[in-house]
């Protein structure tokens, strides 16, 4: 079994910022592409930046140049920093990765049980 435990969310001012951790554990033996989707009251759930195992990281427009996505592979976790934040990034935001078990031929998702994140002054 893998979980993926999330932290970072919380309650932050129009242009503050936050980081949020979501870590993977359990019988994993190896991670491809992690990544951050977010979903808002009444709205799909949207990707919000990805980051494979190697290669370039990809944002959301509406996120870009104000979101940063990283990973600690050691740590099996992916962080999402998050500046300049703005009302409309409100929204429960979700882990994600692709995780391969050492019994298993596939990479598999994985999800987080997700954290709230609020802009409001």
């Known amino acids: 079994q893998v979980q993926l435990v999330e932290s970072g969310g919380g309650l932050v001012q129009p242009g503050g910022s936050l980081r949020l951790s979501c870590a993977a554990s359990?019988?994993?033996?190896?991670?491809?592409?992690m990544a951050w989707y977010r979903q808002a009251p009444g709205k799909q759930r949207e990707l919000v930046a990805s980051?494979?195992?190697?290669?370039?990281?990809n944002y959301a427009d509406s996120v870009k140049g104000r979101f940063t996505i990283s990973r600690d592979n050691a740590k099996n976790t992916v962080y999402l920093q998050m500046n300049s934040l703005k009302p409309e990034d409100t929204a429960v935001y979700y882990c994600?990765?692709?995780?391969?078990?050492?019994?298993?031929?596939?990479?598999?998702?994985?999800w987080g049980q997700g954290t709230q994140v609020t802009v409001s002054p």
């Open positions: 994600n990765q692709e995780v391969l078990l050492p019994t298993a031929p596939n990479y598999r998702d994985y």
């Open positions: 359990g019988s994993i033996f190896s991670i491809n592409a």
């Open positions: 980051i494979p195992w190697a290669g370039r990281t």
